[in-house]
């Protein structure tokens, strides 16, 4: 999969449609369940509060390439429960919904492949791959959405451009 560059905010679907590949999809879990400590502070959900978690795998020309784990609050998350999951993009389904995706915040990192990532990834365990913690907000502010996506890293890479402005110019 040719380089990911993060100007846009797309999904997984639309960028691997866009570089001439065909993005698949394969549903392993969905659940409505009180989210992790950790992610419901994310999502300033309070700790009794519902949320709706999924795992997804992520196919590239019908290989493995990345595992989803998504979180989406109670009141955006509802209607995947019954949507077919399997059959393309999630933020294109949201958005079809009225869902406001505004902007995502991604941070980067390397983590070893647990068990369930090495088997359905197809890789050995302890592998390194590429993780992605994505926070989504609606055009308010508020979070709607946090994801823990594990990439291949034989087949994801991430490019960021930097522009140095007059205003922030240092030197």
Sequence with gaps: MPSQPFESFLSFT??????GYTPGQRLQ????????????AALQVDPDDLA???IRLRLLDGRPAMLERMTYVEGVG???????LDSGSIYALLTEQGID?????????????????????EVPEGTPLLRERRLTTDSQGTPIEWSDDRYRSDVATVTVTNTRSSRTAML
């Design 101 to 121: 995706l505004h902007s995502a915040r991604h941070t980067f990192d390397a983590i070893p492949a647990d068990p369930l990532d090495a088997k359905l990834l």
């Design 78 to 84: 509802r209607p995947l429960i019954s949507a077919d």
């Design 29 to 40: 879990e969905i659940a409505l369940r009180r989210p992790e400590p950790e992610i419901g």
């Design 14 to 19: 639309r960028r691997v449609e866009l570089t």
């Design 52 to 54: 709706v978690q999924l």
